[in-house]
């Protein structure tokens, strides 16, 4: 534990992040290259489907991602309520834009399947709702950080906001479960064998997903330490004003 707690001093979390952030980012450029060339051209259309099936390499990494980023942003708010971790709450606020993006893109991906699938670009469907409340909550969330000047009431404030929100983040996730009637399809990936899409699709599929999650790290790790540099900023600027 004593390791993990490392990283909430800035300086340490600035170093450990400078050396893992190429590597990261390399792999995530990697498996994203492969994934995605792999799944779009060399994966055979589906016998329902069509080629329209090969959305799912860009559609289901990037809920996935949606749904994990906000999750994560609810464990580093915790850990801020909780313990005041500045590298925390900023670690949060670095991943919600990001989180929104991947939001987007699975909406959109989404809208595009929809259309020849469902004969419609967007229905009321348990899933797609929450998906767009988590959306919007996103928005909130990065909104609120914007609007409040001091620093620590802000993190407060996002973090009981990230809490609340997290309802939709786990409504997204079961929502074909909670909800029968649904349009949207069950999950694409299990535990269960026998619920898993063809090996064809599967694998590539994989590797779309580590290019997603690794490329997920890099951003957040690139604008956290954003996030770090410009509140050593504010605070050095706070003391000319002071002196």
């Known amino acids: 534990m004593k390791s993990i707690w490392e990283f909430a001093n800035p300086k340490r979390f600035m170093q450990l992040s400078q ?38 390499y860009l559609h289901v990494p990037a809920a996935l991602m949606a749904i994990n980023a906000w999750i994560m942003m609810l464990v580093t708010s915790l850990i801020w309520l909780i313990r005041r971790h500045h590298v925390s709450v900023l670690a949060a606020r670095a991943a919600a834009p990001v989180g929104a993006t991947f939001t987007v893109i699975a909406l959109a991906t989404g809208a595009i399947w929809g259309q020849p699938m469902w004969g419609t670009w967007w229905v009321w469907d348990p899933r797609l709702t929450s998906f767009l409340f988590l959306f919007l909550f996103y928005l909130g969330y990065i909104a609120l950080w914007e609007a409040i000047e001091d620093p620590d009431t802000a993190a407060d404030l996002t973090s009981v906001l990230c809490l609340v929100g997290s309802v939709f983040a786990l409504l997204s996730r079961y929502a074909v479960l909670f909800w029968n009637q649904g349009l949207h399809q069950g999950a694409t990936l299990s535990l269960d064998k026998e619920e898993n899409i063809s090996n064809v699709f599967y694998f590539p599929l994989l590797v779309s997903i580590a290019g997603f999650v690794l490329l997920f790290l890099a951003l957040v790790l690139l604008r956290t330490r954003t996030e770090i540099r410009a509140r050593r900023l504010r605070a050095l600027m706070a003391r000319e004003r002071l002196a």
Do not use: N
Not at 22 to 33: E, F, Q
Not at 35 to 56: H, N, S
């Open 19 to 56: 050396v893992s952030l190429p590597w990261v980012a390399g792999l995530s450029v990697l498996c994203l290259v492969v994934g995605l060339v792999w799944g779009f051209f060399f994966t055979p259309d589906d016998f329902r489907q069509g080629a329209t099936v090969k959305i799912i």
